[in-house]
């Protein structure tokens, strides 16, 4: 099916009466974040980005498109898994006794526009971890429930991106409730799911032509071709055969530890859990936070640091990423979104990385 | 649905220093209805709470049959431990679990047991002592060793003169630096194992302790012919949910805190021989 460009303010609206919490892309501090939005004027319309290795900038373009860019930061993660959240509370009786309160997280029918197919494709990854092993995580969980997505198709790709080489993009392939495709005068939909056809009531849906179907395949077709593909050996297999490599402390003589790649990083879970307590002494607060593989504290046990350097910890995260996730979640953990490559203040590129250990050839 | 990330009450029935840095808080919940259901495995770990400071994993000491009470014996070395020894008889803290998966003791029932431990006081192997301790007649000959750097860190020695009048069951103490009055061997934990008393086709070996000492003691047992399969290691990461959530004890494609912390030698071979993971 297909609507008109204008229609899109018609959704919001239509979602926005139905008393969803719309969050969409748009501008902000020189970089597309995803924030509440009430209109199209919000979108990042006629923007596109520039990325490379350490490197991030918006520019303007002459595009009526309001998606004619790769990504941002951030997505749906966040949105899930919250980069810092309240667990619990203990209070403590003045007789010393203990009682323990939940903290029910704050949910609230959520639809994102403008996810990509990576961010999908990473969200799949993210369930799997949080309620699809032995434990459920419920926090996670009440918002997942209360989450319904509207992807778009990416047309645009940066040249950080490498998401059809990972075989999770340009296009959404499932786990999106609609999925758009931006032609130049308006939108191909796809309703993947009931709630997903639900949310498209009230828009005038045109069936779409064969011309705007040639249109889809060729911005497909485009969007493929994309600078950074995954090195094509089987990194999964290679990568526990090459952990005394010298290309580990090569790395890691440029590599800052500073955790922005697992920051941006659609997949990585990793959090740390403390306490916060009152200054009254009645009550403590338990949170968790977004923690990363690269901080002095994640591998701490009892006065030891077992990764105390800086080529244990990338190894940590690489080894983990590509190929033992394979054996957890049976596919890998990189989605190709390129982020890590971007936000590296070092501009450290992890398909490069990969590369280091693809045997060489013995001649 | 059951929110695991939740500690639950309980109340410190009696705390025993065992040495200096060293006490046992036998724990139970203040509410009955979760004391009644709660049930654990020998090797097994426990989530404690102390008020305002924080959560740590620690292993239950105590005898599963009688899981009315909860055994810890608590080393004081960081952050929350530190606040954990001011605690007294009759204080509360928070618990939940049990976690992970414990030793094999239904697997290695009639055969010998060979527990070896290096290090201050290693808590996870004495649930297995104390387990074989209380069904003695079930399992074959008991060896146990323990190897320390410095006499003075042998702590618990009441302990091991206890465990050596058991019937069939041999203590062997080693330390790195001897001393004046130091009545056992002095030398690495491995050269007292010609002493061993063991069958290799028929033996459960289980360890704890600094890995480096038991990837010795893994390289000697496969000398012996003993099977990978066979070796048990007790595993130490920095578990902070220990529900497989948090990723600090993600140990190749095993997470220790649910996948173990008790893993066959067989299963983590490859990457137990590589320092840093």
New interface residues.
Partial sequence: MFFQANQLQQLLNTLLSKGYRCIGPQVRDGAIIYDSISSTEQLPRGINDEQKPGHYSLNNNTSSKYFDWANGPQAIKPLLFASRERLWESKQSDEGQISFELTEPETKPTVIIGARACDIAAMKIQDQHFLEQEFVDPYYKARRETLLTVAVNCSHPADTCFCHSTGDGPFVDDGADVVLTELDSGFLVDARTPQGKNLLEGLSLEDSTKEQLEESESIKANASKQKRQLPRFDIKSRLFNELNNDAWHEIATKCLSCGNCTSVCPTCFCHSENDVPELDGKSSAHYREWDSCFGQGHSYIHGITIRSETSQRYRQWLTHKFSSWHEQYGRSGCVGCGRCITWCPVGIDVTESLGHFEERRRD | ?I???????AVILERIQEGPNLFTMRLKF?DPEIQDAYEFKPGQFNML?L?????IAISIVSDPEDSQIIDHTI?V??RVTKGMTNLKT?????LRGPYGRGWPMQESKNKDVVVVTGGLGCAPVVSVINYIEQRREEYGRLNIVQGVKHTADLIWKERYDKWRELPDTKVLLATDVGEALWPWHVGPVTSLFDQLEFNPDNVSVMMCGPEGMMRVVCSHMLDKSVSASQLFLSM???M??A??????C?Y??KFIC?DGPVFSYDKIR?LFE????
């Fill in positions: 649905m929110n695991h990330y939740q500690p639950h009450e203040t709470y008020y305002g400071v924080g959560e080393r070395v960081g009759g204080d509360r803290i928070g130490e990461r920095n902070q949910c529900i497989g959530h948090c990723g600090h993600q190749g494609d649910k490859k590589t320092k840093g993971f």
